[in-house]
């Protein structure tokens, strides 16, 4: 039995998943992340819909859900991404065939 003001959540995410990303970002902050990039020399050119940093999260998430597709650890890293910095509004996700550009970018 449900408790009393409970209800079903919108989406089938759950918490302790977006909350490990948030986990993620505390271990590895961004500031360290982008200064990695850059030290490695692929920092990006252009704006993209992946951003170094964010593909680089990606590769963290692919080997903490390594049972997981492309697209539902991207969803899972964007939606804890924009969790851990309190974004009201969801990420545009990008299809296999990108998130594979991405990772050969970075």
Not at 24 to 32: G, Q, R
């Amino acid at each position: 039995m449900p408790r009393t003001g409970w209800r079903k959540p919108e989406s089938d995410r759950r918490l302790s998943d977006l909350v490990s990303v948030g986990v993620l970002t505390k271990v590895f902050p961004p500031d360290v992340v982008d200064a990695v990039i850059a030290e490695c020399g692929r920092t990006e050119q252009r704006r993209r819909s992946l951003p170094a940093r964010s593909v680089a999260y990606f590769a963290m998430g692919m080997a903490l859900h390594s049972d997981g597709s492309y697209e539902d650890v991207l969803a899972l890293i964007s939606d804890g991404l924009a969790w851990a910095e309190r974004s009201e509004e969801s990420p545009k996700l990008a299809n296999k065939a990108a998130i594979s550009h991405a990772r050969d970018r970075l």
